[in-house]
Every structure is written in C-alpha cells, then in structure tokens.
C-alpha cells in the first residue's frame, strides 16, 4: 500500500438545511480571468483555493482527455441517478466551454468501456458514511477512481434523506476535488462550490475562481508542454 499517493478527502457538512430554505448567494461580475480561460463565471466568495498536489504527490493530471462514470447501489432512485449524471453533465459544459476542447470530461458510464476503467469514478452508496462524512473523493496518481457520495447526512444529526439537488451538489463538490482543486481557505463561509458554507448560507457556486485555479492545474496543458506538476498554491482568487 503506497500511502503517499492516496488521498481521502472527506466533506463533512456540518448542519446541513434542506437546500429550498437557503438563500441565493450573491454573485458579481468577475474582475480577472486567467490565461487560457475562455468563459466567464460568477465569483464567489472564496479567498482562495488549495491546490492538492501541493500536500499529495501524484495527484494531478497527466492528460486531459478525462473520463469519468457512475457506479451507483442497485436501490438507487431515477430522480437520485439523474442527479449525480446532471453533476457529470454541468462540469463536462463548463469544461467545455471554458477550455475550448483543450480539457474534457467524458461520462462513460453507458457505454461499452468498463466503468471501472474510468479516469474518475463515481460511487453512489445510500446511507454510507455513518458518522463522518456525506461525500468523499479518494484519489491517486493521475487516478482517482473512488469518489463516495452518500443519500443522507450522519443520522445523528436528524436530518432527512438529501434530495436530489443536495447529491448534485455533493457530487459537484467531489468531481471538483478529483480535477484537483482542493477546499477554500476560508472553508466555513465560503459557498464557492469547493468551500463548506453552503447550504446554510445560500446555494454553491461554480465560480471563476474554480475555473481559474484547473488552469493553475493544468498549466502545462495550456502551455501546449510535457505535463508537470501544478506549481505552489493555493490559487488566491481576485
């Protein structure tokens, strides 16, 4: 077992609130884009961005023709199934359209290739995680093939099974650290999609500061170079 090169991150979501009694967050026109960003984003509230090769060696992408695909419990509902696919879908468009084809996320799950063969898996397992965790990405050199989503927080904290919309969020979330992007620095208030201060205090945002730092990432892409690690972060967000 080669610890060096795994990495579990685990999204603990503390006191969570069903996401219809959220507020919207408050979005504004971005000030910066970065070189070889081709869109637009709203910003967040995110200070900054960890970059996780930084703390684990290996994670980070040597090829940017990504695939990802959904592993999900054979009780999993349509509506639940959907929601995990719609995450794929929203990162694979802004991918898209923010990298111009240069960076892609392929969603293989119906097709002939084996899913466990994906560059990212998505596991969905109802009422996994216990005490501890409603979602985490486990991930290793230029792989990260074991990303967990759960259908409800922690029973401790008496909440009801997540809708939906909070496993697109969730699996949004994780997808994000599978690309590499690691947690805000100003985790607990901050609704970027990567910080932990949604949904209590308005929805996640995928913002430009997200799309900003995979082009930190990915720099060596960008830079039509051999890949290399992603230099010193975290990505300050302006």
């Known amino acids: 077992m080669r610890f060096p090169r795994i990495l579990v991150v685990v999204f603990i979501l503390a006191a ?3 996401p219809n009694s959220v507020q919207a967050a408050s979005l504004h026109t971005p000030t910066r884009q970065a070189e070889g960003v081709s869109c637009t984003l709203p910003e967040s509230n995110a200070e900054a961005l960890v970059i996780l090769s930084n703390y684990y060696p290996g994670y980070w992408w040597d090829h940017t023709d990504l695939t990802i695909a959904v592993q999900a419990h054979p009780s999993t509902s349509e509506e639940d199934l959907a929601a995990l696919h719609d995450a794929i879908d929203i990162w694979s468009d802004v991918l898209l359209d923010c990298f111009d084809g240069l960076i892609t996320l392929t969603d293989v799950t119906y097709t002939a290739r084996n899913p466990q063969q994906a560059d990212i898996v998505v596991h969905y397992v109802p009422h996994a995680g216990g005490a501890v ?10 792989r990260c093939p074991n990303i967990l989503v759960s259908s409800e927080a922690p029973p401790a904290w008496g909440q009801p099974p997540y809708d939906p919309q909070m496993i697109e969020w969730i699996a949004l979330h994780e997808i994000g650290h599978a690309l590499g992007l690691g947690h805000t ?18 929805d996640p945002v995928l913002s430009q500061c997200d799309i900003d730092a995979l082009a930190f990432i990915f720099a060596w892409a960008i830079e039509g170079s051999d890949p290399y690690p992603p230099a010193q972060g975290p990505y300050e967000c302006s």
């Not at 965790?133 to 230029?142: E, K, L, M, P, S």
């Open 133 to 142: 965790f409603a979602g985490y990405a486990v991930c290793g050199a230029h």
């Open 185 to 202: 620095t100003n985790l607990l208030e901050s609704t970027d999609l990567m910080g932990y201060g949604w949904p209590d205090l308005g």
């Open 16 to 18: 969570l609130l069903m």
